[in-house]
């Protein structure tokens, strides 16, 4: 497996990684990540929980058994140290569509508001909405046409 991540490393930087980088230090440095933040983070293969749903998995079970056979199902799961429980939820919302989500309440909230304190009759003023119109309009005084004449 280390010789994967060496390859892969090799691969995307084929000029070498510098010295003082944490994955240089992690695959080539004598002592590893002994001593680093990031070693905090590993976990013991032989002790790590898979939790899947908020459930452990079980060492001798297989993942089709608690998920099922479908190819198409997308399962998330994550490794935890002994004793610490389930991890948390992932979030079903992302940050980006949650904040999308938000700016639109925000703004039909807006709106909402400006149409509750727009006044009900603000309409009646337009020409649309006028109900002599038909009446002016057949008897010339609409002020388009006016009758020959007539000043």
């Not at 399962?75 to 935890?80: M, R």
């Amino acid at each position: 497996k280390l010789t994967n991540m060496k390859g892969a490393v090799t691969m995307a930087y084929p000029m070498g990684l510098p010295k003082w980088d944490p994955v240089y230090a992690a695959l080539e440095g004598p002592e590893g990540l002994d001593g680093t933040q990031a070693a905090q983070g590993l976990l013991d293969p032989a002790t790590a929980q898979l939790w899947c749903a908020g459930k452990e998995f079980v060492r001798e079970e297989l993942v089709k058994d608690r998920v099922g056979r479908n190819e198409k199902t997308k399962v998330v799961a994550k490794l935890q140290k002994p004793g610490h429980g389930a991890p948390a939820r992932e979030p079903c919302v992302s940050e980006n569509e949650r904040k999308a989500m938000m700016a639109h309440y925000f703004k039909r909230q807006e709106e909402m508001k400006k149409l509750a304190e727009a006044d009900d009759d603000d309409y009646l003023h337009s020409p649309w909405a006028d109900t002599k119109a038909l009446k002016n309009s057949l008897q010339g005084m609409s002020g388009g046409m006016k009758a020959p004449g007539i000043r």
